[in-house]
Structure formats: C-alpha cells, structure tokens
C-alpha cells in the first residue's frame, strides 16, 4: 500500500517577485489602527522601498527606525496592527521583515485576515499564519495556505518590538463590475503582474503596471546600455485572459535613453510556470508588429495596428535596444 505526501510549496524571495503586493501604499492601503506605536509609526510599515537604518538620527522617542515599533510592554498580552489592503485579493504569501531590528524585533508573529464590504468595520478574523518565529534584521517568508479573498489583515507582534517592512503578497480580486467593460488588463489594481525581464539595473518592470503616469525616471523600467548584439524584454502577465483593443506604451521622462523601437509579442499560457513562460515567449506570435519610439511621449496603437490572436494571458515587451519604458497599458476585454 503506497501513501502520497502532500509538499507544501516554497515561498521565498523569488516567488514573491511575481506577486503584487496587496499592502503596498502607493495603491491606497492604510493602517486602520493599532495597539501601541510609540518608537514609530506603523504605516512607515507600507513603505515601498527597502527599510534603510539612519545612524545618528533621533527624534523625540529615540533612534528613528524605518518600520513600526511599540514600546518595551511591561504587561500581558501583545501588540497588533491592523491594515486595510489597497488590493482586495487572495493571499498566496507574506515577508515579515525585521531589518535593522536587533536589539528590539518581535520574538513571533502571526497573521489575522478578514474580509468585509465598503464602510463595514473590520471583523470576523481568521487566522492566516500561526505564530512563527522571527529573528534579527532579516526577512521572514511564508506562504499561506488559507483560502478566501481579504480585505484586511492584522499583523500581531508578540510580545512587543519593531517590525521595518510587511509585504502581502496575493492575486487581486477584481470586482465583478469593472469586469463588464474594457479595462486596462495590465493594470496592477486589475491584477497585472511582472513575472520576469532580461535587465532591471535600473529600474524593476513592476512599475510599468502601476497607475498613472511615471513620475520621473526612477519610476520606470530601466535597463543598462546593451554591450552586446540582441535586445532588452520582459514578461508581463494580464490579470485576466482577454482580448486587446488598444496598446499604450508611455517614455515618460526616458529623453536620452528611450529604446529606438519596440515589439510586443503575446500567447494564451495554460501553465503559469514563470521560468518555462521565459523560454515559450521567444516562440509567441506578434501583437504588436516593430514600433519606432520617441522620449518623454505616449505612443497609442489602435486595434487596426494589432495582430489579431484572440484571447490573451501574456505579454512580452521587447525593447530594442536597451533603454527605458515608464508605463504600457493593455486596453481590452477581460474573457
């Protein structure tokens, strides 16, 4: 008689990079309210960018930390932080990250996840993440195995201490209404995804789905100068299958290093394998044949420009040579 074990699947740094991150400020998640933040402030939790420690810095509480951190708790009990997610969606992942934390990080952790409507205070709290324990200025991954879309999840700290980062990392749930007209399929509030690119010395192509127009050339997709013959690309993925109507490719702020020109190929993917995907999308077909490109403009490709190949899950932006794109929009009907 043979017996079948099931193997829970790794999540660490490189899966996480292919999921958006629910919690991320820059698409409107907040901190609802917390137990005690009297070192700091819990939504420098939600900063984007990698906690940086200010040697010297204080303020009126001390050392300034990037991150939340209580005060030292001379009672029972535990610390919490609850946080609305800018993007409602199912949480396949976590970072707990304490860097810079050393003499003063959480002993454990654990993760509370709830999902309510519009105006409805946060309730009904389901345990996500067990307890685990944390150590010293270092990230902390760990996939979640519970089903169910979240709106919010409530980060506890036990028994006290500082926290630098939390990433929530997940896949969007787009409401049913915005689904029943044409959309902006990349869009990352629509689920869009960067799951890989050639370079990123420069800038990560994450950015490329975020909303908006870049707001400079830190807020792009940048690559080096190309030394050798071939060119630069990356992988995006739709947050839904669909078909596209319109494509927009935006240079914002890239004047002297804007790519010359661009081609953007797609496929129907049926098995969302990030690093099979690269090696298939050498072979996928033309959406979008060679475009010249200009710096600092919006170039718009209307449908009659577009290779027609049905429905759609993936894109690969090719960029020749090298060079800087700020934003692409993948305009079209979710299927």
């Not at 409602?88 to 993760?111: M, R």
């Amino acid at each position: 008689m043979s017996t079948t074990t099931a193997i829970t699947p790794v999540f660490d740094q490189t899966v996480a990079a292919t999921y958006v991150n629910l919690a991320d400020e820059r698409v409107g998640t907040q901190i609802v309210s917390v137990s005690d933040e009297f070192f700091a402030a819990a939504v420098r939790m939600l900063d984007p960018k990698p906690a940086v420690f200010h040697p010297g810095r204080f303020d009126d509480h001390g050392q300034y930390m990037e991150g939340w951190e209580s005060r030292r708790k001379r009672v029972a009990g535990y610390d919490w932080c609850i946080v609305q997610l800018g993007l409602p969606g199912k949480i396949v992942g976590v970072d707990i990250d304490t860097s810079h934390f050393t003499g003063n990080y959480p002993v454990a952790a654990s993760l509370d996840a709830c999902y309510v409507k519009n105006g409805e205070k946060p309730d009904h709290w389901e345990e996500i993440l067990p307890a685990v324990t944390l150590g010293p200025s270092a990230h902390h991954y760990h996939g979640i195995q519970v089903k169910g879309n979240w709106t919010h999840v409530r980060l506890n700290i036990y028994p006290d201490g500082g926290i630098a980062r939390l990433r929530v990392y997940g896949i969007v749930q787009i409401p049913d209404d915005r689904l029943k007209q044409e959309i902006d399929l990349l869009a990352i509030e629509n689920g869009g995804r960067a799951i890989a690119a050639s370079d990123e010395h420069y800038g990560n192509p994450w950015a490329l789905l975020r909303p908006g127009r870049g707001i400079n050339m830190g807020d792009g997709w940048e690559t080096r100068r190309r030394r050798t013959p071939g060119n630069e690309w990356c992988i995006l993925a739709l947050g839904k299958r669909g078909r596209v109507s319109r494509i927009i490719v935006d240079t914002a702020h890239y004047k002297g290093n804007y790519p010359d020109r661009c081609i953007i190929q797609a496929a129907n993917v049926t098995i969302d394998h990030s690093k099979s995907v690269v090696t298939q999308s050498m072979f996928w077909q033309t959406l979008l044949p060679e475009q010249k490109l200009s710096m600092d403009a919006i170039h718009t490709y209307e449908k009659n420009q577009l290779n027609d190949l049905g429905l759609i899950t993936h894109i690969r932006v090719n960029i020749i040579p090298d060079g800087g794109l700020s934003r692409v929009r993948l305009i079209g009907r979710a299927e």
